[in-house]
């Protein structure tokens, strides 16, 4: 069964500090992993998008890594803001179909001034 | 903006009205997607629609009807729906090439619905 697990399920973090967060999968066969950020009420946007070749992908003072290895992906989020306060989901695509996408539970993020 | 506009953003509604959700993209892709979150749970998967194909999620009710008269615009009707049906219901659209994966999505804002 495809499976994606985000760690931690929550995160408190001050403004200016770093974070990173991680998404375990057991999708196959493996097309892309996505990291989207949510905001409260709002509709997921996305923040990268990697492909199997791809271990590194930055936007902004986020970056994502993925270890098609272990099937392990973090996102890692730099100097902090209180914007960044917001559910952040890891999604994983299997092959062609489009119903193949598995959705993380997500981690929510709460950055204090 | 993502490019992905959905009306209404709020829905109130009793168990024996028909309303209707709609969705439009205006990005030229050529899948859309209706998804259903639920308060603390992942995002679930309604319905796709491919180069105007459907593809559903078995598991959804009858009372949820999706509709696509073109690539541009989705409408998801809802007659008879239940309490537990109160959720936000995200519309979303991608690019997908011919016999390729279906990649990055572009989420609308959603329409938070509240039946009573």
């Known amino acids: 069964k495809n499976q994606v697990e985000q760690s931690p399920q929550s995160l408190i973090i001050l403004e200016g500090k770093n974070c990173t967060l991680q998404?375990?999968?057991?999708?196959?066969?493996?097309?892309?992993l996505r990291w989207y950020k949510q905001d409260t009420g709002r509709g997921p946007v996305s923040l990268t998008i990697?492909?199997?070749?791809?271990n590194t992908k930055s936007n902004g003072r986020y970056t994502a890594t993925l270890d098609a290895d272990t099937k392990q992906s973090s996102l890692h989020i730099t100097a902090s803001q209180l914007s960044d306060s917001a559910s952040y989901i890891c999604?994983?695509?299997?092959?062609?179909?489009?119903?193949?996408?598995?959705f993380g539970d997500g981690t929510t993020l709460t950055v204090k001034p | 903006e993502t490019g992905v506009t959905q009306t209404p953003r709020h829905l109130v509604m009793g168990m024996t009205n028909k309303k209707s959700l709609k969705c439009e993209q205006h990005?030229?892709?050529?899948?859309m997607y209706w998804y259903k979150q639920s308060a603390k749970k992942p995002l679930e998967l309604m319905f796709v629609?491919?180069?105007?194909?459907?593809?559903e999620n078995n598991s959804v009710p009858s009372r949820f009807s999706p509709e696509c008269p073109n690539s541009s615009h989705l409408f998801l009707h809802l007659h008879t729906l239940q309490p537990e049906d109160s959720a936000l219901y995200l519309c979303?659209?991608?690019?997908?090439?011919?016999?390729?994966?279906?990649?990055?999505?572009?989420f609308g804002p959603g329409t938070r619905l509240t039946v009573l």
């Open positions: 999604v994983v695509s299997a092959g062609s179909n489009a119903g193949k996408s598995t």
């Open positions: 998404c375990n999968y057991t999708v196959s066969p493996f097309s892309n």
């Open positions: 629609y491919s180069l105007e194909e459907r593809v």
């Open positions: 990697m492909t199997f070749s791809e």
């Open positions: 990005l030229g892709h050529n899948a």
């Open positions: 979303a659209s991608s690019q997908v090439p011919a016999g390729g994966p279906h990649n990055e999505q572009f």
